[in-house]
């Protein structure tokens, strides 16, 4: 296996992602990469600065060795993106635990959380009601955006996370965005299925 260092400067990370597509296509002829960034060497295990953590993920996935384990870094990395996005800024301006969308509602039209199925009105069965969160992951409820969120401007295009910009068709995008309320195992089998290289 060869192994080719990619080097990374504060003022050019723009650059690298420029190259992923020439990485994911060397990664195909056998290279395996470690980045350096100002002058000092990285990988997966060490203790990294956090301006250089997506591409350190980046990397993760370029050098994993099945397509499994592969779409399981995208998916994992992506839900964490997602939840410090939502959680780390607090997009969804909880107050005494009710969030903007409640907040808009009567009181007798308020929901428990986003997970409600709109069409039957029941809680999605993974949602864990003692600890007000899910019992899994899954990316395309992570996506999801309620409408007063939406009118602020705040979305979450699939284009917009890094991961599932660089790593899935488009077909495997939609697959991510449209399977709400499952597990991980229903959505790694199906990206695997219709894996194409990109």
Known sequence: MKEQIIEVRKNNTKDFYKKIRLLKLKRKFGYKFKVKYNGKLYSKD???????????????????PSKKEKYSLVYDY???????????????GFENDICICNRCKPKEKQVGSCCVKTSTGEVCKHFDDINKC??????????YVCIPL???NIKFPVRKVSYLKY??????????????????????????KFYIWV
């Not at 060490?46 to 994993?64: G, L, M, Q």
């Not at 995008?173 to 990206?191: A, G, H, Q, R, T």
């Open 46 to 64: 060490d203790k990294y600065p956090k301006e250089i953590e997506e591409i350190i993920n980046i990397i993760n996935i370029i050098n994993a």
């Open 78 to 92: 992506a839900c964490e993106y997602l939840d410090n996005e939502f959680r780390g800024k607090n997009l969804c």
């Open 134 to 143: 899910c019992k899994i992951k899954c990316l395309g409820c992570k996506l």
């Open 150 to 152: 939406y009118k602020s």
């Open 167 to 192: 790593f899935l068709s488009f077909r495997q995008k939609c697959i991510v965005k449209s399977n709400v309320f499952v597990d991980k195992e229903y959505v790694l089998n199906k990206l695997v």
